[in-house]
Nanobody, 124 residues
Framework: VQLAEFGGGAVQAGGSLILSCEAS????????MGWFRQAPGKPYEFVSV????????YYEDSVKGRFTISSDNAKNTVFLQMNSLRPDDTAVYFC??????????????????WGRGTQVTVSS
């Protein structure tokens, strides 16, 4: 299974970006798909996940109300609409996925498949 991210870039504070992640390979049992991020010198941070089976979504507190995750199951693609971006959103954003549901979607260890990451830079 391969995950490919698209849509990173540089924006000013208050701006918007949309990230997309396309899964390829054996995806028939791909349940949770979502995003983590990592700023320089910091650990992975959960951002958001969507359970493709029923559309349930989870968000990290600091992005609630600003970010929206969605999926196109027919295209094995997940999207992250990011609005009202802030400088502390600056990070490499990684697409993640797994074949099974988890009892803790907030842990990076719960995801078997990772993309290479896409840089998001927000300037003040």
């Amino acid at each position: 299974v391969q995950l490919a991210e698209f849509g990173g870039g540089a924006v000013q504070a208050g701006g918007s970006l949309i990230l997309s992640c396309e899964a390829s390979g054996w995806t028939q049992k791909m349940y949770p798909m979502g995003w983590f991020r990592q700023a320089p010198g910091k650990p992975y941070e959960f951002v958001s996940v969507i359970i493709r089976e029923d559309g349930t979504t989870y968000y990290e507190d600091s992005v609630k109300g600003r970010f929206t995750i969605s999926s196109d199951n027919a295209k094995n693609t997940v999207f992250l609409q990011m609005n009202s971006l802030r400088p502390d959103d600056t990070a490499v954003y990684f697409c993640v996925a797994d074949w099974v549901n988890s009892d803790n979607y907030y842990r990076w260890q719960s995801y078997k498949f990772w993309g290479r990451g896409t840089q998001v830079t927000v300037s003040s």
